[in-house]
Structure formats: C-alpha cells, structure tokens
C-alpha cells in the first residue's frame, strides 16, 4: 500500500517551455502533497505545501508564478514548471501524507527535469 | 528552523557487517521517520517512530526513538548489497505543522 506515482520519469524541453508533472497517491486519499527538489548529493528541498482545493503554500525563495502548482483532486496534484530555464534543471519529486493519517510522507519515484 | 543533525555522512562496509546511523536535533521531536532513497529514485519509507523510547524492526532494520526525544538511530544488521544507497532521518518541526525536516542523508557502501 501507499504508492505513489509521478509521470513523467524524465523530460527534456527546451528553454521557455513549461512542463507539467504529475503526482498520483494510487491507493490512498492525500489531502495534502508535497513537491521537493533535489541536487545532487544533496538532501530533499520543499518547494510548497499542496492542499487539495486550495492554493498551495510556497517556501520562500519559490516563485509561485514561475511553479504552478494545483492539487485538483484527493489523488492528484501537478506542477507546471513555467518557462523553464536551464537552471530549472533537477530531480523533482512529491510526496503525499495520506488522509487523516500521522505525519508519514509517501514518496514519488521522481521526475528528472532536463532544460536545454 | 529546526535541522536534524545526521552522522555518519558516510560509511563503506564488508557484506554482512552491521551499520548504525543516528539522527539529533537540538528541538524535541514527536515523530521520527527513516527514509532509504536508490539512485534516481524517490526515498522509501522504512521506519515511523511516534513515542519516546519506542523500539521498531522492520526486517533487518531496527530504529529506536530516544527517550530525550531530541534523537533516533536506525540500525541494519547483516547487510546485503542492496542496503546500498542514502538514508535519510525526518521528522515534522513543532508548531503542528505538516512539513518534514530532514537530514543531510547518510550514504551507505556495501562490499560483497
């Protein structure tokens, strides 16, 4: 149980596209998800906080215009990385807290952003 | 904020040592998660502590929650190559809030 998944595995695009990566709890509700970046070597970044129904909270330093983030349904919550950027480039992954549940995150198997 | 301090950053074993990791903050925490993340992937839930002085296995890993509260340690007994990768301690900062604060990671080696 507590799967979660991401699509894509991996995108390349070119400088100025957006991009749109899905997060699915597969077999639980999730009214809050998260979306974290990760460097290389380097331990998870949060990026925001989504909340189903509601606008996502952003960490500071996040451009919210530049990360859409909408959290649609119980099971899903997508980023839209907006006129991508090389230094856009990273390893995106959610995580989603199950429903009435503890404080446990379930992670994705993460999107690996490419802007060329 | 709240850091977890995590150590070692790294270790290099033989097939079938033991290993142990621990994790400290200078804040009390109410719950401690271990998390195992591969190479390109997401990180793994392995263990949730949520009472002071609890004592979990889950397989070969064993994972206690200090009794200050402010530590946690995991433990992985006889390794095996696939132990290899980067585990990772969390827990959620006071204030209720529902983010996870985590820590730097400790990359585990195994030789067969």
């Known amino acids: 149980g507590a799967v979660v998944s991401q699509h894509p595995s991996w995108v390349i695009c070119k400088s100025g596209t957006s991009v749109k990566i899905e997060c699915r709890s597969l077999?639980?509700?999730?009214?809050?998800m998260f979306w974290y970046r990760q460097f290389p070597k380097q331990s998870l970044m949060l990026m925001a906080t989504?909340?189903?129904?509601?606008?996502?909270?952003?960490e500071q330093g996040v451009e919210k215009d530049k990360f859409l983030i909408n959290h649609a349904s119980l099971t899903l919550s997508t980023l839209t990385v907006t006129s991508a950027h090389p230094e856009d480039s990273s390893f995106y992954i959610c995580?989603?807290?199950?429903?009435?549940?503890?404080?446990?995150?379930?992670f994705g198997p993460g999107t690996r952003l490419t802007v060329t | 904020g709240q850091q977890l301090n995590q150590s070692p950053q790294s270790m290099f074993i033989q097939e079938g040592e033991d290993v142990s990791m621990n994790c400290t903050s200078s804040?009390?925490?109410?719950?401690w998660l271990w998390y195992k993340q591969d190479p390109g992937e997401g990180p793994v839930l392995l263990i949730a502590?949520?009472?002071?002085?609890e004592l979990t296995s889950n397989g070969r890993l064993t994972a206690q929650f200090g009794i200050t509260r402010k530590d946690s340690f995991l433990n992985i007994s006889a390794s095996i190559p696939s132990d290899v990768g980067i585990y990772f301690c969390?827990?959620?900062?006071?204030?209720?809030?529902?983010?996870?604060?985590f820590g730097k990671g400790m990359k585990l080696t195994v030789n067969p």
């Open positions: 995580s989603a807290r199950p429903s009435g549940g503890a404080y446990e995150q379930y």
């Open positions: 077999d639980f509700q999730a009214t809050t």
């Open positions: 989504s909340n189903e129904g509601s606008k996502a909270t952003y």
């Open positions: 804040s009390i925490f109410n719950t």
């Open positions: 502590l949520y009472k002071a002085g």
């Open positions: 969390a827990g959620p900062p006071q204030g209720g809030s529902e983010k996870l604060v």
